[in-house]
């Protein structure tokens, strides 16, 4: 071609190109359009061709009545046949992503493994420094010594690791255990700055619970008094009665005494024989070894004792005359013997027949084989047999006198058995043993 050719041919053809693709074919490839020299490749896809996937092979006229027999949705699958779908993993086949550590020393030398992997919020991870854990405690100081066998040394170069187990095998205390143990943490650090300026009832338990276990109590004695004040006022209140491990682990005895003769009078028994607090809460959180055994046992002793003076009394009015009147009175007096006599007899059976009707009244009658079966409270139980209504002699109008009717007032059994509930209660035993003295001892001293 010459150059005045060149110069004359446009640069792009504008006359349409004539298509070789039947008009009534719709089945016959598309070419792409050409402009001269270049040629456009259109951006969409042919119609009725799923981009990535083969065209439809050829059918035969008895393929394709089969294939109209069938439903739309099959006729689709059948036409475009789809590979089965690899299943994804769920969530809970995911790992759940290592923690980022909680820094209580940045340069420390030591991650501490705190709970398990199915804790609530997963396991915890602390970074802290070896030599400050063997300072406070000596039990991080046996299980960091070579021979404790307690941490890992995966190589030269990596950390040591420790791995903090949760002995109630319970995942629900583990979260409570970290923010406990990082207050522990902080004043093994000497991190004062961090430390809370006050602890809920909840937090003081697990403060307790991480201080007994690891022996840490010395370390928090200096903070303590501002933690446990607020909740000196209610110590005896219902949901405090787990402060009877504090005082265990801090050496607090006065309050621990107080505690459990609270519940010997105040706690009661469900049908299973456990201990209730009372607002009827079962005592099952976190409480000193041996203590709830001691104070069933002790408030069962107690109710035995108020029983067998209630019984004892009915078979003394049983076996003879015990108004007062006819013992106090002398030949000397008004009153002829034998009409006191008659007077002593009437007074005892209107006792004996009204207090049966009321320990009748109270379950309680016939006599109990034991105390077993005796759910309220020590407290309770007490009141309802001092308040029993005990039906003594009177005079009739004619004859009588305040004198000799106060005498037959006197009388009365059931201000006798209220005086010896009274004496019970006061010298009931306790329930702290001689274990839990000796440990409060130790633990109050450091």
């Not at 446009?10 to 490839?29: E, G, H």
């Not at 089969?66 to 689709?76: G, N, V």
């Not at 209504?389 to 209220?418: F, N, Y």
Request: net charge positive; aromatic share 6%; glycine share 4%.
């Amino acid at each position: 071609m010459t150059d005045s050719a060149m110069d004359t041919q446009p640069l792009f053809d504008k006359t349409p190109q004539t298509s070789t693709r039947a008009i009534n074919d719709p089945d016959a490839p598309r070419k792409a359009p050409k402009h001269g020299n270049l040629v456009f490749q259109s951006r969409h896809p042919p119609q009725n061709i799923t981009p990535g996937r083969k065209p439809p092979a050829a059918s035969s006229p008895a393929a394709d009545r089969q294939l109209s027999s069938l439903p739309r949705s099959q006729q689709l699958r059948s036409v475009w046949p789809s590979k089965p779908r690899s299943r994804g993993k769920s969530l809970d086949e995911h790992a759940r992503p290592r923690p980022e550590p909680i820094t209580i020393d940045a340069a420390g030398d030591l991650t501490l493994l705190v709970g398990t992997a199915s804790s609530p919020r997963g396991q915890k991870r602390l970074l802290v420094s070896s030599h400050a854990l063997r300072r406070v405690s000596p039990v991080w100081r046996a299980m960091l010594s070579p021979s404790g066998g307690w941490w890992q040394l995966k190589s030269a170069a990596a950390a040591k690791q420790l791995t903090l187990a949760n002995d109630n095998n319970n995942d629900d205390d583990d979260d409570d255990d970290v923010e406990a143990l990082v207050v522990v943490l902080n004043v093994a650090h000497v991190r004062f700055r961090d430390l809370p300026s006050v602890l809920g009832f909840r937090q003081l338990v697990q403060l307790a619970r991480v201080c007994g276990g690891y022996e840490t109590v010395a370390a928090v004695r200096p903070f303590l008094p501002d933690w446990t004040k607020p909740f000196e006022h209610a110590v005896l209140q219902p949901g405090y009665e787990e402060w009877l491990y504090v005082a265990w682990t801090f050496g607090f005895a006065q309050a621990f005494a107080a505690i459990a003769r609270h519940l010997i009078l105040h706690a009661t028994v469900d049908d299973e024989g456990r201990c209730v607090n009372p607002a009827g809460k079962l005592l099952d959180g976190q409480f000193p070894p041996g203590i709830l055994n001691n104070i069933l046992e002790v408030r069962y002793k107690v109710i035995c004792s108020i029983l067998r003076r209630c019984y004892s009394l009915v078979d003394a009015m049983i076996e003879g005359n015990t108004c007062r009147f006819s013992a106090m009175s002398s030949p000397s007096q008004s009153t002829a013997e034998w009409e006191r006599a008659d007077e002593a007899s009437k007074c005892t059976h209107l006792m004996h027949g009204s207090m049966v009707r009321q320990l009748k009244l109270l379950d309680l009658w016939p006599p109990l084989p034991n105390a077993s079966t005796i759910r309220q409270s020590v407290f309770q139980f007490a009141n309802n047999l001092k308040n029993l209504q005990i039906i003594t002699w009177a005079r009739p109008r004619a004859s009588w006198t305040v004198e000799e009717d106060m005498e037959h007032d006197r009388c009365s059994v059931g201000k006798v058995l209220a005086r010896q509930i009274e004496v019970i209660l006061e010298n009931m035993p306790s329930a702290v043993s001689q274990e839990h003295i000796s440990h409060m001892k130790v633990q109050a001293s450091k």
